[in-house]
């Protein structure tokens, strides 16, 4: 890729955006088939296929969030400035959905917990999953994010003290990290198990919920954005990327449940999500980057947060000891509707006017003289847009 290609490219990434839904979606069916309903209802081998599909996209947005936050930065922008684009991307959604998910557990009788530390984001940093998981249980990957956010201008600045021709080698060690965290969480202590599964406690927490651990990826997916801007891509092109990933996930569904959650397929994911933005800069052919796509990817961080309580209210409403497959299908679809809606409804009227009123500073706004419009100004250069389409929600 040359200078001008990268360059010509601008920020806008589809590919990665459409990427986004299909790991929002995975996260959906992984919840539908093995947390709302028995597996047993879709069928050993249809449970088991998908049985991995939430692990693998929540890893899949720690990288790309990494990736986008690189790739989209601006030389004259500042941390402050940068850090109030993402408490503002981030939080308006959350605290909608929490206060959502507190009424409906207390309408359902359920027991709340966790609150405090969830409203502040800070759940992960507790290996108890009462309070890891407690309030909107999908939130704890936001816990990550705020971490992450918090050391990007450190890590940017850092890797890009990388010579160009370390940057394979840098990634690759990332990757090394990742797969070996499995055998350090071994040495934690095997009790208590999970309330939910048969598996030690602290060595799920370590691997899966740990905010430190979980950062390996996020600054391997900073890492594979300077690939990509510095002409630096050898890998595979995204149908290449895209069976790499196929096997990855085959590889997962075989190996002890430590590796499951990223070591078994962050090589792939790494590999898919460079890809993507490749085909993106060089414009060759991507089923990711038509309009629906695109648009159900801007929605996905909004329909992630929704999506666990809409499944389990929704069908904890029904008696599912004598459902079959297909009705169990359909709620699980009606649920999707439902999801979908909500989604749009936060996106359009709480992230996006949120953004648009509050994610410039001052200098970016124009004050109209008397008798203006009032319409804002372009933002001069340096500054940042208020829309940062191609971020994912990180969790």
């Not at 359920?110 to 502040?120: D, F, Q």
């Amino acid at each position: 890729m040359s200078t001008a290609e990268i360059r010509s490219a601008g920020e806008r990434l589809p590919t990665l955006t459409g990427m986004r839904w299909l790991a929002a979606l995975s996260v959906f069916v992984y919840h539908a088939v093995w947390e709302t309903f028995p597996a047993q209802l879709f069928g050993e081998s249809g449970g088991r296929l998908v049985s991995n599909l939430g692990w693998v996209g929540v890893s899949f947005f720690f990288v790309l969030s990494g990736f986008v936050l690189a790739w989209s930065a601006k030389p004259g922008d500042t941390v402050r400035r940068f850090w109030r684009r993402r408490l503002l991307k981030i939080y308006p959604n959350h605290l909608v959905t929490l206060a959502a998910a507190l009424l409906l557990a207390l309408w359902a009788g359920a027991e709340v917990t966790g609150v405090v530390p969830g409203a502040l984001l800070i759940q992960s940093w507790w290996s108890d999953p009462t309070i890891s998981m407690g309030g909107n249980p999908v939130s704890w990957s936001l816990s990550c994010e705020l971490l992450f956010y918090a050391s990007f201008p450190l890590w940017r600045r850092l890797i890009a003290r990388i010579s160009p021709h370390h940057l394979w080698y840098w990634a690759a060690g990332l990757a090394a990290v990742v797969i070996c965290l499995p055998f350090a969480a071994g040495l934690l202590p095997e009790r208590p198990y999970l309330p939910w599964a048969p598996n030690p406690a602290w060595q799920f927490w370590f691997v899966y919920v740990f905010p430190l651990t979980r950062m390996v990826e996020f600054v391997l997916g900073v890492l594979m954005a300077r690939i990509v801007r510095e002409g630096r891509w050898v890998g595979p092109g995204l149908i290449g990327a895209t069976v790499a990933m196929a096997a990855g996930y085959a590889l997962s569904l075989y190996v002890p449940v430590l590796f499951v959650f990223a070591a078994a397929t962050i090589v792939p994911l790494a590999l898919l999500i460079g890809a993507g933005a490749v085909a993106d800069v060089r414009g060759t052919p991507s089923p990711l980057r038509g309009r629906v796509m695109v648009r159900l990817g801007e929605i996905s961080f909004a329909f992630y947060l929704w999506h666990h309580m809409v499944l389990t209210r929704l069908t904890g409403a029904f008696e599912k000891e004598q459902w079959s497959t297909a009705a169990a299908t359909g709620v699980v679809a009606l649920s999707l509707l439902v999801t979908l809606v909500l989604a749009w409804l936060l996106h359009d009227l709480v992230e996006q006017p949120v953004m648009r009123r509050f994610g410039r500073s001052a200098r970016g706004r124009r004050t109209p003289p008397a008798g203006g419009t009032g319409q804002e100004a372009a933002p001069k250069d340096g500054e940042r847009p208020e829309r940062e389409s191609a971020v994912p929600h990180g969790g």
